[in-house]
């Protein structure tokens, strides 16, 4: 069969019903047109931003697509969470030009998921493959140092590692559902200590609140507004310029409100403090949070365990609560790998990147090893 390869700006180009019909099958929220149009349209993920859309669309001899690529050409590293800045400050100190680069990753998302995405009817291998060689041969072409693949699943890292691009690995922490009825069954899988512990945070943290969680239709603009307060708030204190625009917000709103659990925390009718999960197939992915008043254990109870007690109740298979953060593992989210493949065009960097990846990757094993043996809350034999 003969394809046809064509590179996009923006996924509005390829179109909703074509970039679904690839996208839907997998039941990830992140990939789908809604939530990468809402990056783009709302003027979040643009080129004035650093990120300027190269989205590639694999088409059959009719032109019906049976592919698609998220793919981005980025100025900077920034909003990534695959930090790749040693690389690009070493390659330039050396005379080489870092950026632009090529990603193909959802913007500021570090959650795993496709990044090959194929219609039903087509072979995925065969799919990935193409689409893989279409975007290397999108960075020669370019002259670009490098293509990143942020966050892909398991298998896909796997094939790219087959394909000759090097993988690196790194860490996150996800709660992991073990057939659980209730948060009271959860909580009987921990050590004593952390079930007395959890209960206390949960009492003091929901003390004269009116905790709600919001899906669908009761989520509202005013809901928006209040929450974009605590984003611009949380960003503004620990990276000082946060990436989404308040019409992101509006557009997720419109577009994917089934797919949203918005956990809001209100005071007298007033809301202080929220956290924005999306809802996937198999999973609910924790991603912004923030408060306008400081309240003890607020964070964990809204971001962990009211995200808990939501995937229980749906009977979702697992928590992803984002990057960072060992405190999560007292909370019952484990260390758990993701993964990342990298194509760097100059040998004279890939080289050493390559020596530098093939002893991180097992330091990072060990280190997943060790956390989840000496750190983790369940009992012994639970």
């Known amino acids: 069969m003969t394809f046809t390869l064509r590179v996009h700006d923006r996924v509005a180009d390829i179109g909703r019903e074509a970039w679904d019909a690839c996208a839907s099958p997998t039941g990830d929220p992140f990939v789908s047109f809604a939530f990468l149009d809402a990056c783009e349209a709302s003027g979040s993920a643009v080129p004035r931003e650093g990120w300027a859309g190269r989205h590639l669309s694999l088409e059959d001899e009719t032109g019906r697509v049976l592919g698609v690529m998220p793919l981005w050409l980025k100025g900077h590293s920034q909003g990534e969470y695959v930090f790749d800045h040693s690389w690009a400050d070493a390659y330039e100190r050396a005379g080489g030009r870092?950026?632009?680069?090529?990603?193909?990753?959802?913007?500021?998302t570090p959650v795993t998921g496709p990044r090959f995405l194929a219609h039903p009817d087509a072979d995925m291998p065969t799919v990935r493959q193409a689409l893989l060689q279409g975007a290397v041969a999108l960075t020669e072409r370019l002259g670009v140092s490098s293509l990143h693949v942020n966050f892909p699943t398991r298998d896909d890292w796997t094939a790219m590692g087959e394909a000759g691009l090097l993988?690196?690995?790194?860490?996150?922490?996800?709660?992991?559902?073990g057939g659980y009825r209730t948060f009271d069954d959860f909580l009987t899988a921990l050590s004593s200590s952390r079930r007395k512990t959890i209960r206390r945070e949960r009492r003091e943290a929901a003390a004269g609140l009116d905790i709600r969680i919001l899906t669908g239709a009761?989520?509202?603009?005013?809901h928006w507004d209040a929450f974009f307060a605590f984003?611009?708030?949380t960003g503004s204190r620990k990276w000082g310029r946060p990436y989404l625009t308040r019409d992101f917000f509006s557009r997720i709103g419109r577009t994917m409100a089934d797919r949203i659990a918005l956990i809001m925390a209100f005071r007298d009718g007033t809301p202080i403090a929220g956290a924005l999960n999306l809802i996937g197939r198999e999973a609910l992915y924790g991603r912004q949070w923030g408060a306008l008043e400081e309240v003890p254990f607020l964070h964990f109870e809204l971001c962990y365990y009211r995200a808990i007690e939501f995937a229980i109740e749906r009977g979702l298979s697992r928590v992803?609560?984002?990057?960072q953060g060992?405190?999560?593992?007292?909370?019952?989210y484990l260390p758990s790998p993701v993964f990342s493949a990298?194509?760097?065009?100059?040998?004279a960097l890939r080289a050493p990147v390559a020596d530098y990846l093939a002893r991180e990757r097992p330091a990072v094993e060990a280190e997943i090893g060790v956390m989840a043996a000496e750190l983790s809350p369940?009992?012994?034999?639970?």
Do not use: T
């Open 98 to 108: 870092y950026y632009p680069k090529l990603l193909a990753a959802v913007p500021f």
């Open 167 to 177: 993988r690196r690995q790194d860490m996150q922490y996800v709660w992991r559902n």
């Open 218 to 222: 009761d989520i509202e603009e005013a």
């Open 231 to 233: 984003y611009m708030d």
């Open 320 to 323: 992803e609560a984002g990057a």
């Open 326 to 332: 060992e405190h999560k593992i007292a909370r019952g």
């Open 342 to 347: 990298h194509f760097i065009a100059d040998p």
């Open 378 to 382: 369940f009992r012994r034999g639970g």
